[in-house]
């Protein structure tokens, strides 16, 4: 039916199925139809019904790890964070050896902030995936989770082989570059940062962050011509004028960077009134 692009038939030939398997009295063979409709709704954009068919499964029977794996993914992809994480840690004890499953909880755990976890599950899926795409995901959790932890050095490697397998992902540049930055390596991190620039313009964190490892890697007119192009952006960004103020300070055009501090201080931002205090007072 599928194929013939029937999917009315498809969907009733499903909800037939369910109904012969409900007489049956098959609790798995019941949850597996509920999961094959309810990948079907989801690959036709039906999310709340594949949803209430991935619930139903896990209803009808809670044995079934791809029921509350694909419950979980669900979850997660409607970007209900805190309920997908109980479901996906069902699936993996179900299903140790599922890398799909550790991979999906990963994602969980650091949407969720929960980063030693994150880790955790990242390392596993990437020791269980075959497919590369999702080894260079699980290596991108895994990276991101050693950042949060403190662990540049390892992060760092992780990053690397991600940038290197999806040099167009802006957020993987992003990343690479926050943790070089962190390394204190500022001008391998404005190369990542400009790379995530160059990739995604129109993100105010990527500029923001490229500004900041110009100033530390004393490249003071870039970094002032990086907060030039902030402020413009937003008047009101008090922190682009108080670090404008050190990218002007650093090229002794003092009194630019006092109107810059004092926009900076105008705007509530008390290390810019500190600023004029030590320094033009």
Known sequence: YLEQ???DYALSSLQRAIRKAEENGSASV???????LGL???????????????????AVDPA???????LGLSYLEAGRISESITPLETAVVQAPASGEARLALATAYDQAGSAAEAL??????????????????????????????????????HLAIVVEARPGDPQAQLWAGLTEYQRGDYGAAAQYYERAVQLAP???????????????????????F???????LDPQDRQS??????????????AAARDAFQAAAALDYAPAAEALAEYFQ
């Open 241 to 254: 004028h108080y670090n404008l103020g050190w990218a002007l300070l650093s090229q002794n055009r003092r």
């Open 5 to 7: 692009g029937q999917t």
């Open 64 to 70: 079934s790890w791809q029921a509350h794996y694909n």
């Open 202 to 224: 129109a993100s105010r964190e990527a500029r923001a962050n490229l500004a900041a490892a110009y100033l530390a890697d004393a490249r003071y007119t870039d970094a002032e």
């Open 120 to 157: 955790e599950q990242a390392e596993s899926a990437l020791s269980l995936l075959n497919d590369e795409l999702l080894r260079v995901q699980a290596r991108f959790l895994a990276g991101r989770s050693e950042y949060h932890l403190g662990d540049y050095q390892a992060a760092a490697g």
């Open 40 to 58: 079907l709704q989801r690959d036709l954009g039906r999310a709340a019904d594949a949803l209430a068919s991935f619930q139903r499964a896990a």
């Open 226 to 232: 990086i907060y030039l192009e902030l402020i413009e």
């Open 30 to 36: 019941q949850a597996g139809v509920h999961i094959r």
